[in-house]
């Protein structure tokens, strides 16, 4: 079944009043143009509004139309947007036994929920995105990955922006992309690596002599991802000793062990929902 997601913009409220000039509006004219067994609308209009304009577009589409009304503190608030649509897309595709084809519309709303839809399209929810005009319909529109990969650090870097003074030998705290100095093909090879892992949960691995960066690499990705605002937990393996690492990795209860006087946390909890480094993991014994 092919699923269109999409929010309400001000050009489809107006089509939905009869004003000529707006014609049908990105919606409608993608519903009219194209088949789809399901249409899913967001929402930052007041839900009357809302709701009239899915009353006059079920007499534009055999689909069904589900309406997720949202309220957002701001229209072009990034992370906002990506939590709504990123909610409204598992909700609906959790549970299906059947292979679902996805299409986001970038047209209605503000360019941030355009940028979202990009993002989320690209990475989480592969799907086909489309826009429209009055000049040329509704069309595909294909965006090369690596402008997703691009966008974010504008998109959801942290609203902290005060530097810091660190030592040469730490990695900022604020650290970028453009703080990673290379000049080799291979090196920019990594960093388009890194980008794209930033845009995921995957697990990475970073290798490399000491000295060459990994730490700074981590924090590049992870400030340029979804958790930049989530703890950034750094661990030495090389340096915990072989019997207190399941101690210091998953915490203990007190005296769990002579000298634990208190219960701890261990840097998977204390990482939760952030990220983990774990420098040296490859020191970690086997058994």
């Known amino acids: 079944m092919d699923i269109l997601f999409a929010w309400i913009g001000n050009k489809d409220l107006e089509a939905s009043q009869g004003k000529k000039e707006t014609g049908l509006g990105p919606i409608g ?44 503190t701001s229209p072009i608030n990034y992370l906002e947007i990506y939590k709504s649509a990123s909610a ?15 299409t986001f519309h970038l047209s209605p ?20 995105l489309i826009q429209t005009s009055k000049e040329k319909g509704v069309e595909a529109a294909n965006v090369p ?12 870097k942290s609203a902290n922006k005060q530097n810091q003074s660190f030592g040469s030998d730490q990695a900022p705290e604020t650290a970028t992309w453009d703080d990673i100095i290379y000049r080799s093909e291979e090196m920019e090879a990594c960093i388009s690596y890194a980008k794209k892992a930033a845009l995921t949960d995957f697990n990475v691995l970073i290798e490399g002599e000491s000295g060459t960066g990994k730490e700074l690499f981590a924090k590049a990705i992870r400030n340029n991802s979804l958790r930049c605002n989530k703890p950034f ?8 000793p072989s019997n ?28 939760d929902g952030g990220t983990l480094f774990l420098d040296e993991i490859g020191e970690l014994p086997l058994g």
């Open 29 to 72: 004219q993608a519903v009219q143009s194209r088949s789809f067994g399901r249409v899913v609308l967001l929402s930052n209009y007041p839900l009357q509004s809302s709701k009239r304009f899915v009353k006059w577009l079920s007499d534009k589409s055999n689909a069904k139309i589900d309406l997720k009304n949202e309220k957002l």
């Open 109 to 128: 709303g503000t360019p941030a929920m355009s940028a979202i839809w990009i993002i989320l399209g690209s990475t989480k929810y592969p799907a086909q």
């Open 145 to 156: 990955f690596e402008i997703s990969a691009e966008f974010i650090p504008a998109s959801i």
């Open 233 to 240: 937990i750094v661990k030495n393996c090389g340096a915990i």
């Open 88 to 102: 409204a897309i598992e909700n609906i595709t959790k549970n299906k036994t059947k292979e679902v084809e996805l």
């Open 244 to 271: 207190l690492i399941e101690a210091e990795l998953f915490g203990h209860t007190k005296t769990a062990f002579t000298g634990a006087s208190t219960a701890r946390k261990g840097a998977f909890e204390e990482a």
